[in-house]
């Protein structure tokens, strides 16, 4: 059974700062890894996905990176601004179709 | 593209009614999942539909039932209402690897 956790639960940094979030999943037989991001009782918006054949993916300030072996993700962001102030959550479903289990999320906080 | 919907924003219920909330799918995504998110915990998969069956199901009970229509669009129907039913539901869409959510609807029973 797969299980998902993230560490930190919460984070608060200044802005500015470049930061690490961590992603870790007990099968690594995945199919792929996707981060999201969701702001307080709204839905939720995909930031990155990783296939499972691939290491990394970059999106701006964002860049993700996949560690099957050892069954961990990150979540780089660089020069964090208080608009990236949500909760960023990691899913790792088996197959396409399989049912998609979410970690407990990191709650983020940039302080201007 | 109007993307994910879902209807309605928010609800209210009393214990012990039933409620059905309803999702459309970005256009061109035919397989279509429900999650419930509890208050300060990740999303919980309830099932997923495609091609109008239910394809996987997570751990939930038969008070919890589903449907997907023709045309890709989903309900989700909760009976007998518990207070723990109380979240937030989220829909989501794929065509493929990457499912794009919904804003939810947010349920609240009393």
């Known amino acids: 059974k797969q299980e998902v956790t993230q560490i930190p639960a919460a984070l608060s940094v200044p802005e500015g700062e470049n930061l690490v979030l961590n992603c870790s999943f007990t099968?690594?037989?995945?199919?792929?890894l996707q981060w999201f991001r969701q702001d307080p009782g709204k839905g939720l918006t995909s930031l990155l996905l990783i296939q499972s054949s691939q290491r990394e993916q970059t999106s701006g300030r964002l860049n993700a990176s996949l560690d099957k072996s050892s069954g961990r993700s990150t979540l780089y962001i660089a020069a964090s601004q208080p608009g990236d102030s949500a909760t960023y959550l990691c899913?790792?479903?088996?197959?396409?179709?399989?049912?998609?289990?979410f970690g407990p999320g990191t709650s983020l906080s940039v302080i201007p | 593209d109007a993307g994910v919907t879902q209807s309605p924003t928010h609800l209210i219920k009393t214990r012990g009614q039933q409620v059905t909330l309803r999702c459309s799918p970005k256009?061109?995504?035919?397989?279509v999942s429900w999650y419930q998110q509890a208050l300060g915990q990740g999303p919980q998969f309830i099932f997923q539909?495609?091609?109008?069956?239910?394809?996987q199901r997570g751990n939930f009970p038969d008070r919890f039932s589903g449907h997907q229509f023709p045309n890709y669009s989903s309900e989700l129907n909760v009976n007998a209402l518990l207070l723990g039913d109380s979240a937030l539901y989220l829909c989501?869409?794929?065509?493929?690897?990457?499912?794009?959510f919904g804003p939810g609807t947010r349920l609240t029973v009393t």
């Open positions: 989501a869409s794929s065509l493929g690897d990457e499912q794009y």
């Open positions: 899913a790792a479903p088996k197959t396409s179709y399989d049912k998609v289990i």
């Open positions: 539909y495609y091609e109008e069956e239910e394809r």
């Open positions: 099968d690594s037989a995945i199919y792929n």
């Open positions: 256009s061109g995504h035919d397989t």
